[in-house]
């Protein structure tokens, strides 16, 4: 008998792997982290993806029963995440992020880059439906190996992001700003009409 489902191992890492685009964090992290010392960007990058898998490995174990405890459906979860990534996305379009603090440092590691930006809907719900097919030892380190090896990969895109910030300065890091809100607020009214859609098709 196998120890490892290697066809599911290699779903799990490919599909959450384009889900959570661990490149595509690149210049939101940046444009987030941008001001803060060397040190707190570092802390930053394992604090966002250690909150990302902490949540991803909650809902894979107990997402159906907390969900179904708080009466929260999928669609809402969704809409709720893509309200509070437009929130994030305006302050980047608009040039208004609050200079960088202790406090600061904390709620980006945790919000928005540890969850909804890493461990949004779509990585809980594919999480959700890849533990269900969990049935023995094979599986599960499939599975658990899958989650951490996309991990790994974000850790490391966002590691190696902070030579690029010493290199294109803080006028890159303002384009890029500029750059990564018009993305996170498409990804915002994406993730909000998806809701919206599955609400009015009561496919949820």
Known sequence: MSVLDTVLLVEVFVTLFVIMDPVGMIPLFLSLTSGRSTATQRRAAWQAVLVSISVVTAFAFFGKQILSY???SLPALQCAGGLLLLLVALDLLTGKQKAPDAAADSNVALVPLGTPLMAGPGAI????????????????????????GVHLCIFSALRFSLPILRVIRQSGVLLISRIAGLLLSAIAV???ADAVRSFVTGDF
């Not at 890849?130 to 951490?148: K, R, W």
């Open 70 to 72: 708080l009466h929260i």
């Open 125 to 148: 719900v594919a999480t959700m439906l890849f533990a269900q097919e969990v049935d023995g030892s094979a599986t599960f380190f499939a599975v658990a190996l899958g989650v951490i």
């Open 190 to 192: 994406q993730l909000i």
